[in-house]
């Protein structure tokens, strides 16, 4: 009993900032290269595991995957195709449930990369930008319109919808054409061929122009802006559809919150509900990308925990907050 | 009657390909599934199925590396394969010629897009992703193995093959690596060549990008070649009832390709618009901050 | 035989009311109560130096006057200044103050500003800096400026919802920064600021401690004594605070595990919230521990208001720590004068609930509007807990004492009863 206290305890005072650092790079070095080790985790994976990474991925992306089901006559999804394309959902829904949206805080190679590039600027000294709560509400949207048009377009691409003519093939896969991942990833193992412009076709010209776009935009971006592209990301938008029974869960005892607001400080992503809903438990919202920040920068004995399948894995206490804080001692610990 | 005969350079001798079933798929019939690979010889341009193989065999090489074995029956193979994945193709011919043992092989890779539901469930939930075509093992039932390694690309795109591509193979005897067989190659257009091995007993060779002059803009084009080695070995025995003194081998691998991607498109663009967007965002970032800072921070702030 | 006359100055008549007052609540806390705690002797002996005999504790160091709990103490230590916090307790002030003040203000302004009338400072505050919070408040800085003192307001927004307020506030915040430290000639850095944060912070996790030992069954400190504690916080040198503090935290230890209640087996056991008690207006703690019951834990901006919330910082540089540091001073409050105030219901009922109290005693000075408006909000929410609320209205004269003590007694008596019946 008094070990499991103790470890209960350890877990709690750990330096989250740290750790996350190191399970992210491990994560990583997984999905970015650990192909070349014979890694291979399935075509379903819920994260932004790159397929144009052709040789060091450790696993492939299930949004690539969903787009390339999708563009089927209809007819077809009467038969094995419709099967299979509802065993890859189910498979990607039960990748899902295991870390619920921590794929994104903890594994997704973007989200990683974003967050170095915000260590970065926070080693430059440079602050960080914000966008205003208005903004913020509109944006929300973005995420799900993309998700729409990529399960729409491959669709149209072998079908005409409502009378409509089919779309030229060059709209594929139109996330990944504009996916900084498609640059980003590959880059990483020393391929920088992703970096193009198809003059092939006018719809390629535009979609992989607009690939250039984003990228640039990701790079910056993310530099200025706290996980800047997974306010857009559909992945995001798709797993929130299925977030509610997933295992692992964010959740806030609102009784015990002063709403102080220091877990809206901490987190990346500008939920103003973890800090100011008191009444709902379950806190993994849509945008959340369950990084457990909030867990490790509130002061408030049991307030937000983690819990995996009903049971706590990490929680706030005053005792581990005033350790991330170093608030623990007088002075004494003040070295940087 | 036999119409094998000892191939010589710049005229393949045998090779396998998949024919593609004509109008398949516009009535709305539903597929089989079944694959059909026929035996072709000639040049690549101008080829006839050999209807009259003896002692032809084919050997399958299922995904789940177990292998079956089909006997070539009027130049035709066909089988039904069950799970989706590649699946790479043997045929094996034997027969005493003047003396010499004759052995005629060719490979071929086919991908399976489709396969039944209750097969392929585990594969499905699976997802194996990592099916490569290339650098496979040799293959243990032949003695002589010609393999395909992983191409070097100057583009995007990895799944094919594209003119510009490095394509290198490596050569094998009973599990042997060799390291002084040539290869010959012939296109489509009539390009040919010999090509010989680097120190490593690597051969490879840039396919060819000036084959195609009509074509620079269609990404579809598509063109065949043949890859080929051959391979002589002293040694005697009795097959079928005839003695032989020497042994020839020959193998032979279809391949096609398609027009390169750098054709069109352009890598410094992409750059330059990557670079260019960046420079833009973060000069208007800087400005933007630059006319909102209000406090002096110069003067009663340091970050340091 | 003749004997010197001297006559006294209005200055030594206050002083000598001030400490008066002073020594008549310290003597009741040293006495009146069973089991008394030695290393509260610190802060005994440091109250009376400072009001008794009116002893300088900063001499030499820049003093910087904050009219409310909202001035990041931070900032200053940061810059190498004490802050002064100017609430005032003392009735000799309060009377000084309502000639000056409107007959029904809060006693708290009105002793504050009589203390700048008088100019009777033991650390006189060399500029001071008054948040805009109560209308009070906000007005006294005018008026403690006509007296020739340097007030400098800092605009403090009255939600806390809104991110237009969370904006204002952290500019303001910003602007006091750049103010002070212009005044201190001091520049505002990192590495100082990160210092005094943590050093807060650690005060903090101190305050925090000793609260921990109020939520045991034996409860090892007074109600009275913890105020007393967090009071000195407002003058006092803070690494000498921090030292007494720590003694007293290692002596609640020991205490806790020998099981010393400073309380009887049956005293129920009290939330206390609403005006602040401040040194030496402890009239109604007093009563209400004097009446065999204890003070568990406060809702209050002398005690815990002030140490609550901590700051949390995501990436420690200048822009976020400033960031930081006035979200704590805005999001966390629960002061009253917000608009909305759920907040502060939902923490008096957590506080209930962790600390077991028996009973919720709600004070507000008569005059101070903003808890006066609120008793009604605050009374409804108990009702709907099932939680017993006393509602007292006082101020700094000692004339009501008899009264009050009464009202609390019945009170008391009743909770009393309550858990008899419970068992």
């Given at each position: 009993?008094?070990n499991?206290?103790?470890?209960?305890?350890a877990?709690n005072?750990?330096?989250?900032?740290r750790?996350?650092?190191?399970?992210q790079?491990?994560?990583?070095?997984l999905?970015?290269?650990?192909?070349?080790?014979?890694?291979?985790?399935g075509?379903?994976?819920?994260t932004?595991?790159?397929v144009?990474?052709?040789?060091?991925?450790?696993?492939?992306c299930?949004v690539?995957?969903?787009q390339h089901?999708?563009?089927?006559?209809?007819?077809?999804?009467a038969?094995?195709?419709g099967?299979?394309?509802?065993?890859?959902l189910?498979?990607?829904?039960v990748?899902?449930?295991?870390?619920n949206k921590?794929w994104?805080?903890?594994?997704?190679?973007l989200?990683t990369?974003?967050?170095?590039?915000?260590?970065?600027?926070?080693k430059?000294?440079?602050?960080y930008?914000?966008?205003?709560?208005?903004?913020r509400?509109?944006?929300?949207?973005?995420?799900?319109i993309?998700?729409?048009?990529?399960?729409?377009?491959?669709?149209?691409?072998?079908?005409?919808?409502?009378?409509l003519?089919k779309l030229p093939n060059?709209?594929?896969?139109?996330?990944?054409?504009i996916?900084?991942?498609?640059?980003?990833?590959?880059?990483f193992?020393g391929d920088?061929n992703?970096?193009?412009?198809?003059?092939?076709?006018?719809?390629?010209i535009?979609?992989t122009?607009?690939?250039?776009?984003v990228s640039?935009?990701?790079?910056?971006g993310?530099?200025?802006?706290?996980?800047?592209f997974?306010?857009?990301?559909?992945?995001?938008?798709?797993?929130?559809?299925f977030?509610?029974?997933?295992?692992?869960?964010?959740?806030?005892?609102?009784s015990?919150?002063?709403?102080c607001?220091?877990?809206?400080r901490?987190c990346?992503?500008d939920?103003?509900?973890i800090?100011?809903?008191?009444?709902?438990?379950n806190l993994v919202?849509e945008?959340?990308?369950?990084?457990?920040?909030?867990?490790?920068?509130?002061?408030?004995e049991?307030c937000?925990?983690?819990?995996?399948?009903g049971?706590?894995?990490?929680?706030?206490?005053?005792?581990g907050f005033?350790?991330?804080?170093a608030?623990?001692?007088?002075?004494?610990?003040?070295?940087? | 009657m036999?119409?094998?005969?000892?191939?010589?350079f710049?005229d393949?001798?045998l090779w396998?390909?998949?024919s593609k079933?004509?109008?398949c798929?516009k009535?709305?019939?539903?597929?089989?599934?079944?694959?059909?690979?026929?035996?072709?010889k000639?040049t690549?341009?101008?080829?006839?199925?050999?209807?009259?193989v003896?002692?032809?065999?084919?050997?399958?090489?299922?995904t789940?590396?177990?292998?079956?074995?089909?006997?070539v029956?009027?130049?035709?193979?066909?089988?039904?394969?069950?799970?989706?994945?590649?699946?790479?193709?043997?045929?094996?011919h034997k027969?005493?010629?003047?003396?010499?043992?004759e052995?005629?092989l060719?490979t071929l890779?086919?991908?399976?897009?489709?396969?039944?539901i209750v097969?392929?469930?585990?594969?499905?939930?699976?997802?194996?992703t990592?099916d490569?075509?290339?650098?496979?093992e040799?293959?243990?039932?032949?003695?002589?193995?010609?393999?395909?390694?992983?191409?070097?690309?100057?583009?995007?795109?990895?799944?094919?093959?594209?003119s510009?591509d490095?394509v290198?193979?490596?050569?094998?005897?009973r599990?042997?690596?060799?390291?002084?067989?040539?290869l010959s190659?012939?296109?489509?257009?009539?390009w040919?060549?010999?090509?010989?091995?680097s120190?490593?007993?690597?051969?490879?060779?840039?396919?060819p990008?000036?084959?195609?002059?009509?074509?620079e803009?269609?990404?579809?084009?598509s063109?065949?070649?043949?890859?080929?080695a051959?391979?002589?070995?002293?040694e005697?025995?009795?097959?079928?009832?005839?003695?032989?003194h020497?042994?020839?081998?020959?193998?032979?691998?279809?391949l096609?390709?398609?027009a390169?991607?750098?054709?069109?498109e352009?890598?410094?663009?992409?750059?330059a618009t990557?670079v260019g967007?960046?420079?833009?965002?973060?000069?208007?970032?800087y400005y933007?901050?630059?006319?909102?800072r209000?406090?002096?921070?110069?003067?009663?702030?340091?970050?340091? | 035989?003749?004997?010197?006359h001297?006559?006294?100055?209005?200055?030594?008549?206050?002083?000598?009311?001030?400490a008066m007052?002073?020594?008549?609540?310290?003597n009741?806390?040293?006495?009146?109560?069973k089991?008394?705690?030695?290393?509260?002797g610190?802060?005994y002996?440091?109250f009376?130096?400072?009001?008794?005999?009116?002893?300088?504790?900063h001499?030499?160091?820049a003093?910087?006057?904050?009219?409310?709990?909202?001035?990041?103490s931070?900032?200053?230590?940061?810059l190498?200044?004490?802050?002064?916090?100017?609430?005032?307790?003392?009735?000799?002030?309060d009377?000084?103050g309502?000639d000056?003040?409107?007959q029904?203000s809060?006693?708290?302004?009105?002793?504050?500003?009589?203390?700048?009338?008088?100019?009777?400072?033991?650390?006189?505050?060399?500029?001071?800096?008054?948040?805009t919070?109560?209308?009070?408040?906000?007005?006294?800085?005018?008026?403690?400026?006509s007296?020739?003192?340097?007030?400098?307001?800092?605009?403090?927004?009255?939600t806390?919802?809104s991110?237009?307020?969370?904006?204002?506030?952290?500019?303001?915040?910003?602007?006091?920064a750049v103010?002070?430290?212009?005044?201190?000639?001091?520049?505002?850095?990192?590495?100082?600021?990160?210092?005094?944060?943590?050093k807060?912070g650690?005060v903090?996790?101190?305050?925090?401690?000793?609260?921990?030992?109020?939520?045991?069954?034996?409860?090892p400190?007074?109600?009275?004594?913890?105020?007393?504690?967090?009071?000195?916080?407002?003058f006092?040198r803070?690494?000498?605070?921090?030292?007494?503090?720590?003694?007293?935290?290692?002596?609640?230890?020991?205490?806790?595990?020998?099981?010393?209640?400073?309380?009887?087996?049956?005293?129920?056991?009290?939330?206390?919230?609403?005006?602040?008690?401040i040194?030496?207006?402890?009239?109604?703690?007093?009563?209400i521990?004097?009446s065999?019951?204890?003070?568990?834990?406060?809702e209050?901006?002398?005690?815990?208001?002030?140490?609550?919330?901590m700051?949390?910082?995501?990436?420690?540089?200048?822009?976020?720590?400033i960031?930081?540091?006035?979200?704590?001073?805005?999001k966390?409050?629960?002061?009253?004068?917000?608009?909305?105030?759920?907040?502060?219901i939902?923490?008096?009922?957590?506080?209930?609930?962790?600390?077991?109290?028996?009973?919720?005693i709600?004070?507000?000075?008569?005059?101070?509007?903003?808890y006066e408006?609120?008793?009604?909000?605050?009374?409804?929410?108990?009702?709907?807990?099932?939680?017993p609320?006393?509602?007292?209205?006082?101020?700094?004269?000692?004339?009501?004492?008899g009264?009050l003590?009464?009202r609390?007694?019945?009170?008391?008596?009743?909770?009393?009863?309550?858990?008899?019946?419970k068992?």
């Open positions: 009993m008094k499991k206290f103790s470890l209960r305890r877990v005072n750990m330096n989250l900032v750790f996350r650092f190191w399970f790079i491990v994560a990583f070095l999905i970015v290269y650990g192909g070349y080790a014979g890694l291979d985790l075509n379903k994976l819920p932004f595991a790159c144009y990474n052709s040789e060091g991925t450790g696993g492939k299930y690539g995957m969903l089901d999708l563009k089927h006559p209809l007819e077809t999804f038969g094995y195709a099967y299979a394309f509802l065993i890859s189910g498979m990607f829904i990748w899902f449930w295991v870390l921590g994104c805080g903890f594994v997704c190679p989200g990369m974003q967050d170095w590039l915000s260590m970065l600027r926070g430059m000294k440079i602050g930008s914000e966008y205003s709560w208005a903004n509400e509109k944006i929300k949207s973005v995420k799900y993309l998700l729409i048009l990529l399960l729409l377009l491959p669709v149209m691409i072998a079908n005409s919808v409502f009378g003519p060059g709209l594929s896969m139109p996330f990944c054409d996916c900084p991942g498609r640059m980003m990833i590959p880059a193992t920088f992703q970096f193009y412009i198809d003059f092939s076709s006018k719809t390629d535009v979609m122009t607009l690939g250039m776009i640039g935009l990701f790079l910056v993310s530099f200025i802006k706290k996980r800047f997974c306010y857009f990301c559909p992945m995001a938008a798709l797993q929130y559809i977030s509610k029974p997933a295992l692992l869960k964010l959740n806030k005892e609102g015990k919150c002063t709403r607001g220091d877990c809206y901490a990346d992503m939920i103003l509900e800090a100011d809903d008191v009444t709902s438990k919202t945008d959340c990308t369950l990084c457990l920040k909030c867990v490790a920068a509130c002061p408030e049991g937000l925990e983690a819990a995996f399948m049971k706590t894995i990490f929680e706030s206490t005053k005792e005033l350790l991330r804080m608030m623990d001692q007088r002075g004494e610990k003040h070295g940087n | 036999v119409s094998l005969t000892v191939p010589s710049a393949t001798s396998l390909e998949e079933k004509k109008g798929c009535g709305g019939e539903p597929e089989s599934g079944a694959k059909t690979v026929t035996i072709r000639g690549v341009q101008e080829n006839t199925i050999v209807r009259d003896r002692n032809g065999v084919v050997y399958i090489r299922e789940d590396n177990t292998i079956t074995q089909q006997k029956t009027n130049g035709e193979v066909s089988f039904t394969p069950k799970y989706k994945g590649s699946y790479q193709l043997f045929f094996e027969e005493v010629h003047e003396g010499i043992l052995v005629t060719s890779r086919i991908y399976n897009k489709e396969g039944e097969d392929s469930l585990l594969k499905e939930v699976r997802g194996k990592h490569s075509q290339y650098g496979r040799p293959f243990a039932p032949l003695p002589f193995d010609l393999i395909l390694q992983r191409p070097i690309k100057r583009h995007h795109i990895n799944c094919c093959l594209y510009g490095i290198p193979f490596k050569l094998y005897y599990g042997e690596l060799l390291k002084n067989v040539p190659v012939q296109m489509e257009t009539g040919t060549n010999r090509i010989a091995p120190e490593d007993g690597t051969v490879s060779f840039e396919i990008r000036i084959t195609y002059p009509k074509s803009k269609e990404k579809k084009h063109e065949k070649m043949v890859v080929e051959a391979y002589d070995l002293n005697s025995g009795v097959y079928g009832g005839e003695a032989y020497g042994v020839h081998y020959v193998m032979s691998m279809p096609s390709f398609g390169s991607p750098l054709e069109y352009s890598k410094t663009l992409g750059f990557a967007v960046m420079l833009v965002f973060s000069l208007g970032l933007h901050r630059r006319r909102k209000k406090t002096p921070k110069e003067i009663y702030f340091d970050e340091e | 035989m003749e004997t010197e001297t006559i006294e100055t209005p200055h030594q008549r206050q002083n000598r009311h001030k007052e002073a020594i008549s609540v310290l009741a806390l040293k006495e009146d109560f089991f008394p705690i030695q290393s509260m610190y802060f002996d440091r009376e130096k400072v009001y008794c005999h009116h002893e300088p504790l001499e030499g160091k003093k910087i006057g904050t009219m409310c709990i909202q001035i990041p931070e900032i200053i230590y940061a190498d200044a004490v802050p002064i916090r100017l609430c005032n307790g003392f009735s000799t002030d009377e000084i309502s000056l003040l409107p029904k809060c006693p708290l302004v009105k002793a504050t500003v009589g203390w700048f009338a008088s100019d009777n400072f033991f650390d006189k505050p060399d500029i001071t800096f008054s948040p919070t109560c209308d009070q408040k906000t007005k006294a800085g005018a008026i403690i400026e007296f020739g003192h340097t007030v400098i307001d800092v605009g403090f927004p009255r806390k919802e991110e237009e307020s969370r904006h204002y506030w952290r500019e303001s915040v910003k602007s006091f103010k002070l430290s212009k005044f201190q000639g001091k520049k505002l850095t990192r590495s100082n600021l990160e210092r005094a944060i943590k807060v650690y903090q996790s101190l305050y925090h401690k000793l609260t921990e030992f109020r939520k045991n069954k034996a409860v400190i007074l109600g009275v004594d913890m105020f007393l504690v967090t009071n000195a916080f407002f006092d803070i690494d000498e605070w921090i030292g007494a503090v720590e003694k007293l935290v290692s002596e609640l230890e020991r205490r806790a595990n020998d099981g010393v209640n400073v309380a009887g087996k049956a005293s129920p056991r009290i939330i206390y919230t609403g005006s602040p008690p040194f030496p207006n402890y009239k109604i703690p007093l009563i521990e004097q065999d019951a204890i003070i568990v834990a406060d209050t901006c002398s005690s815990n208001r002030m140490f609550n919330d700051a949390a910082v995501d990436e420690w540089n200048l822009y976020d720590m960031d930081s540091v006035s979200d704590k001073y805005l966390g409050c629960t002061c009253p004068i917000f608009t909305q105030n759920d907040d502060r939902r923490r008096i009922i957590q506080l209930v609930r962790s600390y077991s109290g028996d009973g919720v709600y004070q507000a000075f008569a005059g101070c509007q903003v408006m609120e008793q009604r909000s605050v009374l409804a929410a108990m009702e709907r807990e099932g939680i609320i006393l509602y007292i209205e006082s101020d700094y004269s000692p004339s009501q004492h009264q003590t009464t609390v007694e019945a009170f008391v008596e009743s909770l009393k009863n309550r858990k008899r019946k068992k």
